[in-house]
């Protein structure tokens, strides 16, 4: 149905937005994918997860160049993270020490990292940039609906009349966090559900209303409240979704302490309780590190990796993995060169993480290119457009068409092999070291276990083996040494150590891999 | 329900508390549809009773007057020029009926600082009369402008020419009451629901404030008089008329009404039928009502039927039935202002939507001028029907339900339906993509950098949102939905970004680039506002 039919049928409105608790929920209907996946040799049940890095994330202190030092010694010292504490993934590539659950998930080949992606003529303003990134358009193209949407659209051009239906019963985008999207815009209705927070997210399922006053305006504005409750077309669903969906993983952090986290695990339990919804958008905001980057920037790429590393732990402990991918992206990148104030203005391109079981794991791209002696107007150049990204994961997750990518993003991009599919790329062979799951897990001192013993297979030569805590931190080095060939054990003794998660991660033959536990007292 | 307040008996003392944009809006919402900032800014800087006085202050007549917006009319006008004065023309009426409310509306969106818009649907409401009943569209506007010149003038007189208005006179059947055959429609409603009310039944035909015989005998007094088609007026007929004295009941004091034989002679039984219903308290209690559940909440209970109503009646009834003086004394007294009242009337659909309109200042299309302008009103009343609110098409003779059905009232026009729509109507105006009645492609348009403009400092997303929400809301927000606002502007940013960004925009207004930058943000904040629960309600 074309737009202008839709508006004449006076259809019920195409966003349905409800009120709980005083803010609205936005439910942006249906499920887009579905013809062309029936048609397609790809499964039908898909997700993906956009995790929004909001304020613009320094690049080159999240992924950074190893064979950079100097230059980024002589552009940045005051922010510089010291080389003898980056985790390194190759002899090339390290991440700031505070990803160590990202580097992890590396080790298990879950994480793409996508060097240099931006957009040609980059522009610094949040607002602009942002809409570039979620409309996908042109440096100097105003475009006022979505990639998403405009996808969506095509998948479902009788959208929104019919739906839910039967074959899609669920929300076919889910936001968390603030308003909706402008990336699920589509031409004719917004396709989405936002819950404004994890808070009121749980409103909706435990059904808590706020109170209003015991006044005649304040029953009034409990009524209006009343009527847009039953606006929920998908309240129901959704709230079955989150009963069934149960999280396992022990790996989440306490509610309110990281935001992402929080999101990322209602996203998890939404999936988890069967919900049919192909895409979720969560965000994280405060990466506009003008100043004291490292007390800003640090702690909130602490809370992706735990958020992530979390969320990838609940897909395994579910049986999902296969279903899932997710990326992070953010508006832009910061200058190479740092300010006064340890910080960094405003930037261009920037490293994407791409994470999942059927990812191709590793490091697509090259290291991004610095001067000697960088100034105030250097920026990263671009290696990748980001709807070169896009474009990979319409194409090879969720089995867009040609003439689908090309409406979408309304110009033909290259893909980049970063999902794994059949034929078309595999991941590049995994290093031949194993790390075993640590007996007992979790280590209970107050049951009795002082120790727990690690085991793992390397090829020989040095090996280390070490302990970090929750937020990254070094703990204890385990061993650092060579070893040799084959299975060994190591035990750990837990008494020193606080409850809580713990990370512990083998390097070995160029290789990691890092695996998680638990210590109780 | 419960008892959720009571009006004190100091109700009616003038208000005297604090006095400015939050209470400025307040009067603004209720008395007129939506407020500007600009209306509540020039309210505020006067004195309370300064701007109950101004907005009830006299309005010039009317000079627009509905146009031909569709190809032409009879006798060669074309589109741009009115109908008004032309023949009835069968094949015309309908277009001529939608361009009435076209521009009703119209005028209803261009209002000044008046209450005479408001008043002027409440009295529609009142003498509620469908136009496709009454099947003359010059009827109709005759009507219109009826209710519009009398608004804020004499109640009692306003009843008497409605009982001559030609559109009445078919619409109540008026036109068909003959001496010997009486139609008792008029008769009734006239008591009814026009002035007196009706009481309890208290035995079978006795309404406590009149009888059914009281119905028979005022058909009687009324008989004779019909519409004329040729001067869009009405005329009497003496040999329809029934001459006899008419004896009403005890309930009106058994009063007799001497018959009389010419024009001169109904007509004076008119005026004494009126003077004898306008005698009975119940009358001035009865409309007092009416204009209670308009202005200020449907709730009357002992304490605000003693302490409201009976105040409001002896004003009346001491300025023999002048609105304004009843309309000075409600808006200026401290029950108006009463914080626990403030924000509990659920808007109207013409509220919602000719207040958004206003507020937000939306541009509707004029690209073919007087064709597409037309369009989009028409368009909107069209949302107003679809929202339960048909202008011209009150639901019956009572008028529209939300002000007399017990128990639900104003919340009737809420249900998940309407509610969905009103949203979807407010996206569509903030999201440009509101599209005028058959015109497809001509849009609505709303630059959200200008609505932002009248925050007093649109640089500080606080102040702005404060200032958006003190707008849009009766009520103050409570801070876990300011700090949601806050996000939706500005989602995990500081402050000096929006700051940054909106110097930016203003320093090169006509940078596209710059703007949609803030605009997206803006429209996105405005969406998610209008979606509160809060703007259902004024």
Same mark, same amino acid.
């Given at each position: 149905?074309?737009?202008?039919?839709?508006? &004449?049928?006076?259809?019920?409105?195409?966003?349905?937005?409800?009120?709980?608790?005083?803010?609205?929920?936005?439910?942006?209907?249906?499920?887009?994918?579905?013809?062309?996946?029936?048609?397609?040799?790809?499964?039908?049940?898909?997700?993906?997860?956009?995790?929004?890095?909001?304020?613009?994330?320094? +690049?080159?202190?999240?992924?950074?160049? $190893?064979?950079?030092?100097?230059?980024?010694?002589?552009?940045?010292?005051?922010?510089?993270?010291?080389?003898?504490?980056?985790?390194?993934?190759? *002899?090339?590539?390290?991440?700031?020490?505070?990803?160590?659950?990202?580097?992890?998930?590396?080790?298990?080949?879950?994480?793409?990292?996508?060097?240099?992606?931006?957009?040609?003529?980059?522009?610094?303003?949040?607002?602009?940039?942002?809409?570039?990134?979620?409309?996908?358009?042109?440096?100097?193209?105003? $475009?006022?609906?979505?990639?998403?949407?405009?996808?969506?659209?095509?998948?479902?051009?009788?959208?929104?009349? +019919?739906?839910?239906?039967?074959?899609?019963?669920?929300?076919?985008?889910?936001?968390?966090?603030?308003?909706?999207?402008?990336?699920?815009?589509?031409?004719?209705?917004?396709?989405?559900?936002? =819950?404004?927070?994890?808070?009121?997210?749980?409103?909706?399922?435990?059904?808590?209303?706020?109170? @209003?006053?015991?006044?005649?305006?304040?029953?009034?504005?409990?009524?209006?409240?009343?009527?847009?409750?039953?606006?929920?077309?998908?309240?129901?669903?959704?709230?079955?979704?989150?009963?069934?969906?149960?999280?396992?993983?022990?790996?989440?952090? @306490?509610?309110?302490?990281?935001?992402?986290?929080?999101?990322?695990?209602?996203?998890?339990?939404?999936?988890?309780? +069967? $919900? &049919?919804?192909?895409?979720?958008?969560?965000?994280?905001?405060?990466?506009? *590190?003008?100043?004291?980057?490292?007390?800003?920037?640090?702690?909130?790429?602490? &809370?992706?990796?735990?958020?992530?590393?979390? =969320?990838?732990?609940?897909?395994?402990?579910?049986?999902?993995?296969?279903?899932?991918?997710?990326? @992070? =992206?953010?508006?832009?990148?910061?200058?190479?060169?740092?300010?006064?104030?340890?910080?960094?203005?405003?930037?261009?391109?920037?490293?994407?993480?791409?994470?999942?079981?059927?990812?191709?794991?590793?490091?697509?791209?090259?290291?991004?290119?610095?001067?000697?002696?960088?100034?105030?107007?250097?920026?990263?150049?671009?290696?990748?457009?980001?709807?070169?990204?896009?474009?990979?994961?319409?194409?090879?997750?969720?089995?867009?068409?040609?003439?689908?990518?090309?409406?979408?993003?309304?110009?033909?991009?290259?893909?980049?092999?970063?999902?794994? *599919?059949?034929?078309?790329?595999?991941?590049?062979?995994?290093?031949?070291?194993?790390?075993?799951?640590?007996?007992?897990?979790?280590?209970?001192?107050?049951?009795?276990?002082?120790?727990?013993?690690?085991?793992?297979?390397?090829?020989?030569?040095?090996?280390?083996?070490?302990?970090?805590?929750?937020?990254?931190?070094?703990?204890?080095?385990?061993?650092?040494?060579?070893?040799?060939? +084959?299975?060994? *054990?190591?035990?750990?003794?837990?008494?020193?150590?606080?409850?809580?998660?713990?990370?512990?991660?083998?390097?070995?033959?160029?290789?990691?891999?890092? &695996?998680?536990?638990?210590?109780?007292? | 329900?419960?008892?959720?307040?009571?009006?004190?008996?100091?109700?009616?003392?003038?208000?005297?508390?604090?006095?400015?944009?939050?209470?400025?809006?307040?009067?603004?919402?209720?008395?007129?549809?939506?407020?500007?900032?600009?209306?509540?800014?020039?309210?505020?800087?006067?004195?309370?009773?300064?701007?109950?006085?101004?907005?009830?202050?006299?309005?010039?007549?009317?000079?627009?007057?509905?146009?031909?917006?569709?190809?032409?009319?009879?006798?060669?006008?074309?589109?741009?020029?009115?109908?008004?004065?032309?023949?009835?023309?069968?094949?015309?009426?309908?277009?001529?009926?939608?361009?009435?409310?076209?521009?009703?509306?119209?005028?209803?969106?261009?209002?000044?600082? #008046?209450?005479? %818009?408001?008043?002027?649907?409440?009295?529609?409401?009142?003498?509620?009369?469908?136009?496709?009943?009454?099947?003359?569209?010059?009827?109709?506007?005759?009507?219109?402008?009826?209710?519009?010149?009398?608004?804020?003038?004499?109640?009692?007189?306003?009843?008497?020419?409605?009982?001559?208005?030609?559109?009445?006179?078919?619409?109540?059947?008026?036109?068909?009451?003959? #001496?010997?055959?009486?139609?008792?429609?008029?008769?009734?409603?006239?008591?009814?629901?026009?002035?007196?009310?009706?009481?309890?039944?208290?035995?079978?035909?006795?309404?406590?404030?009149?009888?059914?015989?009281?119905?028979?005998?005022?058909?009687?007094?009324?008989?004779?008089?019909?519409?004329?088609?040729?001067?869009?007026?009405?005329?009497?007929?003496?040999?329809?008329?029934?001459?006899?004295?008419?004896?009403?009941?005890?309930?009106?004091?058994?009063?007799?009404?001497?018959?009389?034989?010419?024009?001169?002679?109904? !007509?004076?039984?008119?005026?004494?039928?009126?003077?004898?219903?306008?005698?009975?308290?119940?009358?001035?209690?009865?409309?007092?009502?009416?204009?209670?559940?308009?202005?200020?909440?449907?709730?009357?209970?002992?304490?605000?039927?003693? /302490?409201?109503?009976?105040?409001?009646?002896?004003?009346?009834?001491?300025?023999?039935?002048?609105?304004?003086?009843?309309?000075?004394?409600?808006?200026?007294?401290?029950?108006?202002?009463?914080?626990?009242?403030?924000?509990?009337?659920?808007?109207?659909?013409?509220?919602?939507?000719?207040?958004?309109?206003?507020?937000?200042?939306?541009?509707?299309?004029?690209?073919?001028?007087?064709?597409?302008?037309?369009?989009?009103?028409?368009?909107?009343?069209?949302?107003?029907?679809?929202?339960?609110?048909?202008?011209?098409?009150?639901?019956?003779?009572?008028?529209?339900?939300?002000?007399?059905?017990?128990? %639900?009232?104003? !919340?009737?026009?809420?249900?998940?339906?309407?509610?969905?729509?009103?949203?979807?109507?407010?996206?569509?105006?903030?999201?440009?993509?509101?599209?005028?009645?058959?015109?497809?492609?001509?849009?609505?348009?709303?630059?959200?950098?200008?609505?932002?403009?009248?925050?007093?400092?649109?640089?500080?997303?606080?102040?702005?949102?404060?200032?958006?929400?003190?707008?849009?809301?009766?009520?103050?927000?409570?801070?876990?939905?300011?700090?949601?606002?806050?996000?939706?502007?500005?989602?995990?940013?500081? /402050?000096? %970004?929006?700051?940054? %960004?909106?110097?930016?925009?203003? /320093? /090169?207004?006509?940078?596209?680039?710059?703007?949609?930058?803030?605009?997206?943000?803006?429209?996105?904040?405005?969406?998610?506002?209008?979606?509160?629960?809060?703007?259902?309600?004024?």
């Amino acid at each position: 149905m074309k737009r202008r039919d839709f508006l &004449k049928a006076a259809a019920p409105a195409t966003v349905l937005p409800f009120l709980v608790g005083g803010y609205s929920i936005k439910a942006f209907a249906n499920n887009p994918l579905l013809h062309s996946l029936i048609a397609s040799s790809i499964p039908a049940d898909r997700v993906l997860v956009l995790i929004q890095l909001i304020g613009g994330n320094d +690049g080159l202190n999240t992924v950074i160049p $190893l064979d950079r030092y100097s230059e980024i010694m002589a552009a940045r010292s005051n922010i510089a993270i010291a080389e003898s504490a980056v985790l390194k993934l190759t *002899s090339t590539i390290a991440l700031n020490p505070v990803l160590s659950g990202i580097a992890g998930l590396y080790g298990e080949g879950k994480i793409a990292i996508v060097q240099n992606v931006g957009y040609p003529t980059p522009n610094f303003s949040h607002f602009r940039s942002t809409d570039i990134w979620l409309t996908g358009s042109d440096y100097n193209q105003v $475009l006022e609906t979505g990639w998403i949407g405009r996808y969506l659209d095509q998948e479902y051009p009788g959208y929104p009349t +019919g739906y839910p239906n039967a074959q899609m019963p669920d929300p076919v985008g889910v936001q968390i966090g603030s308003a909706v999207s402008l990336g699920f815009e589509g031409p004719t209705a917004n396709m989405g559900m936002a =819950f404004s927070n994890p808070s009121s997210f749980y409103d909706i399922i435990n059904d808590t209303k706020t109170q @209003t006053a015991n006044t005649r305006a304040g029953h009034e504005l409990g009524y209006v409240r009343t009527i847009g409750d039953q606006l929920q077309k998908f309240a129901v669903p959704v709230k079955d979704a989150a009963t069934k969906g149960v999280t396992k993983s022990q790996l989440w952090p @306490t509610a309110n302490a990281n935001t992402l986290a929080d999101q990322l695990r209602i996203v998890a339990q939404l999936i988890a309780g +069967g $919900l &049919k919804t192909k895409l979720y958008v969560v965000n994280l905001g405060g990466f506009d *590190s003008h100043t004291n980057q490292r007390k800003g920037q640090d702690p909130l790429l602490a &809370k992706v990796s735990e958020g992530i590393t979390a =969320f990838q732990d609940e897909l395994r402990l579910n049986a999902l993995e296969d279903r899932v991918i997710g990326m @992070t =992206f953010s508006e832009f990148g910061r200058r190479i060169k740092s300010n006064d104030s340890g910080g960094t203005d405003h930037g261009a391109a920037s490293a994407m993480f791409v994470f999942g079981k059927n990812v191709v794991a590793g490091i697509h791209g090259s290291n991004p290119v610095l001067p000697a002696n960088a100034t105030v107007d250097d920026n990263i150049n671009m290696e990748f457009d980001f709807r070169q990204v896009y474009a990979s994961v319409l194409k090879e997750w969720f089995g867009a068409s040609d003439t689908e990518r090309m409406n979408t993003l309304l110009k033909d991009f290259p893909t980049i092999d970063i999902i794994q *599919s059949a034929g078309v790329t595999q991941a590049p062979p995994l290093p031949s070291i194993e790390l075993s799951q640590n007996y007992p897990n979790p280590v209970s001192i107050s049951a009795g276990n002082r120790t727990t013993q690690i085991g793992f297979k390397t090829n020989g030569g040095f090996a280390r083996l070490r302990l970090y805590d929750a937020k990254g931190s070094l703990v204890q080095t385990l061993i650092d040494n060579t070893v040799p060939a +084959g299975a060994r *054990s190591v035990s750990l003794d837990a008494t020193g150590h606080a409850s809580g998660n713990y990370f512990y991660t083998l390097e070995a033959g160029g290789a990691r891999s890092t &695996k998680t536990m638990v210590i109780l007292r | 329900m419960g008892k959720l307040h009571t009006a004190t008996s100091t109700a009616m003392d003038p208000y005297k508390g604090a006095w400015g944009t939050t209470e400025a809006a307040h009067l603004t919402r209720r008395s007129m549809f939506g407020a500007t900032s600009k209306d509540i800014v020039t309210l505020a800087q006067l004195s309370m009773s300064q701007a109950v006085d101004l907005l009830l202050a006299d309005q010039p007549a009317e000079t627009s007057a509905p146009l031909v917006w569709y190809h032409y009319d009879i006798g060669g006008v074309t589109q741009g020029q009115t109908w008004v004065n032309l023949p009835y023309d069968a094949t015309n009426d309908f277009n001529r009926t939608q361009s009435l409310g076209a521009w009703w509306l119209s005028l209803m969106i261009g209002q000044k600082l #008046s209450i005479r %818009e408001k008043m002027t649907l409440f009295w529609h409401n009142h003498f509620a009369c469908g136009a496709a009943s009454v099947g003359d569209a010059r009827y109709s506007y005759k009507q219109c402008t009826l209710l519009r010149t009398n608004a804020l003038g004499n109640f009692k007189s306003m009843v008497k020419s409605i009982t001559f208005d030609p559109a009445m006179l078919r619409y109540l059947s008026g036109n068909k009451n003959v #001496s010997g055959a009486p139609n008792e429609n008029y008769g009734r409603e006239l008591q009814e629901l026009f002035t007196i009310g009706k009481g309890a039944e208290t035995s079978t035909g006795d309404y406590t404030t009149y009888t059914e015989a009281d119905v028979k005998a005022a058909a009687r007094v009324l008989t004779g008089w019909s519409d004329d088609p040729a001067t869009v007026g009405y005329s009497f007929t003496a040999q329809h008329h029934d001459t006899t004295d008419k004896q009403f009941s005890a309930r009106y004091g058994s009063t007799v009404i001497k018959g009389g034989s010419d024009q001169a002679g109904a !007509e004076r039984e008119v005026d004494d039928l009126l003077t004898m219903i306008f005698n009975e308290d119940a009358t001035a209690r009865y409309i007092s009502r009416k204009l209670y559940r308009w202005f200020v909440d449907y709730v009357i209970d002992d304490s605000v039927e003693q /302490n409201v109503i009976g105040p409001l009646a002896n004003s009346l009834k001491a300025n023999n039935f002048e609105i304004k003086p009843v309309l000075a004394l409600l808006l200026k007294s401290s029950h108006f202002y009463d914080l626990a009242y403030r924000g509990c009337v659920i808007k109207t659909p013409l509220d919602y939507i000719v207040g958004s309109l206003r507020t937000l200042g939306v541009v509707m299309p004029s690209q073919e001028g007087v064709i597409t302008i037309y369009y989009g009103w028409i368009g909107l009343l069209i949302t107003g029907g679809n929202l339960q609110m048909n202008l011209l098409e009150p639901p019956n003779v009572a008028g529209w339900p939300a002000y007399y059905q017990i128990p %639900e009232f104003h !919340e009737i026009w809420l249900n998940a339906d309407t509610l969905d729509s009103r949203i979807k109507f407010a996206d569509d105006l903030v999201s440009n993509k509101y599209q005028i009645a058959v015109q497809t492609y001509y849009l609505s348009y709303l630059d959200p950098t200008l609505f932002a403009e009248q925050s007093s400092d649109a640089s500080q997303p606080d102040t702005l949102i404060n200032d958006w929400a003190n707008l849009l809301y009766p009520n103050p927000l409570n801070v876990d939905q300011l700090k949601t606002l806050h996000d939706t502007l500005l989602p995990g940013l500081p /402050n000096y %970004e929006w700051t940054a %960004e909106w110097t930016n925009f203003l /320093n /090169n207004p006509s940078d596209a680039a710059k703007k949609q930058a803030v605009s997206t943000k803006l429209t996105t904040l405005l969406k998610y506002m209008l979606e509160l629960a809060e703007y259902q309600l004024m």
